[in-house]
């Protein structure tokens, strides 16, 4: 079974502070998107990346996919309170099936 | 813009009746899908589909059926529901075929409970 850790579960910190959360696997996928869920609301893409070693920016965010595609990361700059959601890294794995990882939940105090 | 609408925001049903969420899309995507949302367990997908007519079960398709009579719109249905299957369900869609890592458009989410 292809499984997506995501680490942490947790995190609360003041605005204006860096951050990375993870998103690991055993597993290869061919592709890996980050997602993020504001409450009340569905999931929205971020980003998408398919290469190994491939970085992507969005403003203040950085993806990054794994040289072996099994995990990536996602690195906040400057934190603000609009950034608080749900972030969930999703892969396409054996078959296209789309998985999951549980989420990491963030918080930034103002 | 593109839309994904649910039928309900919030549904309260009672043990043993038959439930149905209603997802539409006006994207013109082929793939639908269904995810439940628990927490500690993430989004896991109930059932799928890629085209009209067609279905595939997902991960936990157990004690749910779905439709999907036209590209549009995909529902979900509980037979006779159970406590164990109050969550959050979410619906999606996607463009293209039979290609799952497509960016997927999420419905606002139907929090159901089931006394």
């Known amino acids: 079974t292809q499984l997506l850790e995501q680490s942490p579960q947790f995190l609360s910190i003041q605005e204006g502070e860096n951050l990375t959360v993870y998103c690991n696997s055993s597993s290869v996928f061919s592709s890996l998107q980050w997602y993020r869920q504001e409450p009340g609301e569905g999931p929205v893409l971020l980003v998408t990346v398919v290469t190994g070693g491939e970085v992507k920016k969005l403003k203040r965010l950085t993806f990054q996919f794994g040289d072996a595609r099994k995990d990536s990361s996602l690195h906040i700059t400057a934190a603000q309170p609009g950034d608080t959601g749900l972030y969930l890294c999703?892969?396409?794995?054996?078959?296209?099936?789309?998985?999951f990882g549980k989420g990491t939940r963030l918080h930034i105090l103002p | 813009d593109v839309k994904v609408t649910q039928s309900s925001r919030y549904l309260v049903k009672r043990t043993g009746e038959k439930v149905f969420l209603e997802c539409v899309q006006d994207?013109?995507?082929?793939?639908m899908f269904w995810y439940r949302q628990d927490p500690g367990l993430g989004l896991r997908l109930i059932y799928f589909s890629y085209d009209v007519k067609m279905k595939e079960k997902g991960d936990i398709p157990e004690g749910y059926s779905v439709s999907r009579e036209k590209k549009e719109r995909f529902s979900l249905i509980l037979e006779s529901a159970s406590t164990n299957q109050t969550s959050m369900y979410l619906c999606a869609s996607s463009l293209s075929g039979q290609q799952f890592y497509n960016e997927q458009f999420f419905g606002p989410g139907t929090r159901l409970t089931v006394l």
């Open positions: 994207m013109d995507h082929e793939n």
């Open positions: 999703a892969g396409a794995g054996r078959d296209d099936k789309i998985i």
